[in-house]
Structures are given as structure tokens and as C-alpha cells.
């Protein structure tokens, strides 16, 4: 786009398949997952035990991240290589972000992808229904989880 390779690093719950953050950047540095995971924690409660789910990417296997992952007690799980059906989830939200949202618009620029992006996982998290959450959307789903609770 625009000349311009964009990583996206995002955080999906599986039990509502809500993304729960994403950091952008033109390179996987340390602070696309480092303020990833600052933005998750944010919404982590005392009684939560997290296991957090990544591909090799080089920026998931820096010690910095892991020690970082160590000590707020998160279990770290990385796919073998070759091996995508741990990742299978994600991969599931990549194509549909992709389908959905990547080759059906056009962007003025990198900004407007950035605007468009955070309006779509807006859309994708409170409004875009599914059938495997009984025909509602991730958030509405979790409301009505904890209200049955």
C-alpha cells in the first residue's frame, strides 16, 4: 500500500473471537508487541489466566516480550514452524479483514488506512454478526455470556 508494508498485531479472544487490541507499525519493532500486549492488560482482571497464542514471528520470540509475558503470569504458546492450525483462529480473521475490508476499499493514504482499519475492527467487534455466537456479534455475545452468568 502505498509503497509501504504495514504489520498488524492484534489480539483475539477466542471466546467471543473479539479483538481485543492491535498495534500497527511499518515494522515488527519491539513496541508493536510490547504496547499490544500494555493495551490487552489493560483489560485484564486479578482472577484472569491468559495464554496468549502467537506465530514465530521473530518480534513474538524477543526476550524482552517474553519476560514481559513471564511476569504477568501469561502462558506463551508459539506454533511449530510449518504448522498453522494453532494460528488457524487468527488466520480465519486475517482472510476475512482481508475479503471484507483490505480489497474492497481504497485509501488516500496510510492515515485513512489507519482511520478505516479502526472503524472496521469497530464494526467487526460490536456489529458483525455470527452464527457460531447464536447470530450476534463478539461484544453483544459477551454481554449476554455475563448476564447469564
Known amino acids: 500500500m502505498f509503497g509501504e508494508k504495514l504489520c498488524l498485531s492484534p489480539i483475539l479472544d ?4 473479539e479483538i481485543i487490541t492491535y498495534t500497527i507499525d511499518s515494522r515488527p519493532f519491539y513496541k508493536l508487541v510490547s504496547g499490544m500486549l500494555d493495551q490487552a ?6 482472577d484472569d489466566t491468559l ?12 526476550p524482552q516480550y ?3 509475558l ?7 504458546s508459539m506454533s ?6 494453532d494460528n488457524a483462529v487468527m488466520e480465519n480473521f486475517f482472510g476475512i479483514l482481508k475479503s471484507e475490508f483490505l480489497y474492497t476499499e481504497e485509501f488516500d493514504s496510510i492515515e485513512h488506512f489507519k482511520v ?3 472503524q472496521y475492527i469497530h464494526y467487526y467487534n460490536h456489529k458483525r454478526i455470527k452464527s457460531k455466537l447464536k447470530g450476534m ?5 459477551r454481554t449476554h455470556a455475563l448476564k447469564a452468568a
Open 14 to 17: 477466542l471466546f467471543n473471537g
Open 41 to 46: 492488560l489493560k483489560r485484564k482482571s486479578d
Open 51 to 62: 495464554l496468549i497464542h502467537s506465530d514465530q514471528g521473530w518480534h513474538y520470540q524477543m
Open 66 to 68: 517474553q519476560q514481559s
Open 70 to 76: 513471564k511476569e504477568q503470569g501469561i502462558t506463551q
Open 80 to 85: 511449530r514452524k510449518g504448522n498453522c492450525y
Open 116 to 118: 478505516e482499519l479502526e
Open 137 to 141: 456479534s463478539p461484544v453483544q455475545y
